[in-house]
């Protein structure tokens, strides 16, 4: 029959069976090599997934792939239950063969695992009901409708629990087998393979792109080369769900093929932002280039340090939040502050976050050290209602990296939403630029702006006086007797 000759190789008959069932049988489809996903609705009337799908229940859809084949078909489509399966027979032979192929051994999991070679072929065969639009049904792509999706063979080194941990938090209830190696010698013990079925009621979009990114963070291979284009897809498709799931780290990191350069850029992009509280929108933010340090002189550095702890310590304060606290220098300052019970970090850099985190130790800390400190992911261009209630913020060395346009964002989230006690901003002074012999240019390439002892003056009195604070300016680090000293201070209270 036809579609014999689609698939060439045989799998396990019990794996076709489980898959497929009678639908299956009355096909005649039992020699499968293949990766399988079934993607199950009972939504009323539940053929609405073809056209969520934009494929004919009554038809089997050859789908273009490069690596194989591919194809889409329902073993069942009822008003009351309707299943589509999508089956891809990966060509190992001709992988390993073809100039700069993707695979070195012809022997390999993967034509029957679920990997990123399944996930182009769901992007190329969904590919408009991943992009939310749907030609006879547009209002029903919006709609979250019930679905269940079952995955033979899913690879998976983080076990059960990592399946769990990726789809748990998007609102799945996950049911997962763990398979033999093989079930005619079960003395050869188990794998780390499993067979899962995942069921939640979301549109068929949001589980789409849910696949499309998780399958291979599980999986951790992927086929093809990666480079920026990856961050882009990463971004988009996680649009909406990537920047709250509470794994978000592990998976920006497994997704990206763990190369740097990459999960810095997505994970900078991936600030948790609460929209509606939102001052600025989004794409206004210029994302700060973060690797770079504001102070090449690190006795100068020290030196604010020194001053701004001294300052925290004479306020006696019982938390303290440090904005754009960077690698978590002035953190590891405060921690020795006795009666500080809260100490919170928070930097629009992950990557900053994560130095902040080796530096502290958190990894290691005591169960008492955990609850004391806390770093959190975040921007200062956003309200974030995680920076309510402190004594004390700090931002050292922060505002001069925002876009001067946006510092009114910066303003209202600190002074006008988050509302400490005391706010203690420092920020270089230009004029002191001229000891450097750098008289026009900034002191640092991300620096936005400098700012003279005048203007920060005037900027501070401006804040102080509409968001009821009082203000004192001091200069930090050794002062030049025309341009004074080199950062300055400015310490606001309510
Ligand atoms: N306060 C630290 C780091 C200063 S460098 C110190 O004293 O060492 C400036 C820091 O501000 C960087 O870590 C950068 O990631 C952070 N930053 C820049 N824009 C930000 C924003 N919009 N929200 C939060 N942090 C930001």
Not at 349 to 364: C, G
Not at 484 to 493: C, K, L, W
């Amino acid at each position: 029959m036809r579609l014999r000759r689609r698939f060439r190789f045989g799998i396990p008959p019990v794996l076709s069976r489980q898959m497929f069932g009678e639908g299956l049988r009355s096909l005649r489809y039992t020699q499968v090599t293949s990766t399988v996903i079934k993607i199950s609705t009972t939504h009323h009337p539940a053929t609405d997934l073809g056209y969520l799908l934009h494929k004919n229940p009554g038809r089997v859809h050859d789908i273009d792939v490069t690596f194989g084949r591919c194809a889409v078909l329902f073993p069942e489509a009822t008003e009351e239950r309707c299943t589509v399966a999508l089956l891809i027979e990966v060509d190992t032979i001709d992988l390993v063969r073809s100039p700069g192929g993707s695979l070195s051994q012809y022997v390999n999991d993967r034509p029957y695992v679920a990997s990123s070679f399944l996930c182009s072929a769901i992007n190329k065969a969904f590919g408009t009901a991943m992009s939310g639009r749907c030609k006879d049904r547009p209002d029903l792509a919006q709609v979250a409708i019930p679905l269940e999706v079952r995955l033979a063979v899913l690879g998976a080194k983080a076990g059960q629990e990592g399946i769990r941990r990726l789809f748990e938090p998007l609102g799945y209830s996950v049911w997962v087998e763990k398979l033999q190696l093989d079930p005619h010698f079960p003395e050869w013990g188990e794998s780390d393979y499993y067979s899962v079925l995942l069921s939640g009621t979301v549109t068929i979009q949001s589980l789409l792109l849910q696949l499309y990114i998780l399958l291979p963070v599980l999986d951790a291979k992927k086929h093809y080369y990666l480079d920026s284009q990856e961050v882009n897809k990463l971004i988009t498709k996680g649009e909406g769900w990537l920047a709250t799931h509470p794994e978000k780290a592990w998976i920006v990191r497994n997704f990206l093929g763990r190369k740097p350069s990459l999960i810095r850029d997505a994970l900078e992009q991936l600030v948790n932002v609460e929209p509606d509280l939102a001052v600025v929108s989004l794409e206004d933010e210029v994302p700060p280039d973060v690797a770079e340090r504001i102070e090449k002189k690190k006795s100068l550095h020290e030196q604010r340090h020194d001053r701004v702890i001294e300052v925290v310590r004479n306020l006696k304060p019982n938390s303290v939040v440090d904005l754009g606290c960077g690698d978590g220098k002035l953190l590891r300052n405060l921690v020795p502050i006795l009666g500080l019970n809260r100490i919170v970090g928070m930097d629009v850099s992950y990557f900053e976050l994560e130095k902040a985190a080796q530096r502290l130790r958190l990894e290691n800390a005591s169960p008492k050290m955990r609850e004391r400190i806390e770093l959190i992911h975040g921007s200062l261009m956003y309200r974030d209602q995680r920076l309510d209630g402190f004594d004390v913020a700090t931002a050292v060395e922060v505002i001069e990296h925002l876009d001067v346009a946006r510092l009114h964002a910066f303003e209202r989230v600190v002074f006008e939403c988050a509302r400490p006690q005391t706010v203690i901003i420092t920020t270089p002074n230009r004029e002191y630029n001229a000891v450097y012999h750098a008289m026009d240019g900034l002191r640092h390439e991300d620096h936005r702006f400098e700012w003279t002892r005048a203007e920060f003056t005037e900027w501070s009195e401006r804040v102080a006086g509409q968001y009821g604070y009082r203000v004192e300016i001091e200069g930090l680090g050794e002062a030049h007797e025309s341009y004074g000293a080199p950062s300055q201070m400015g310490v606001f209270s309510r």
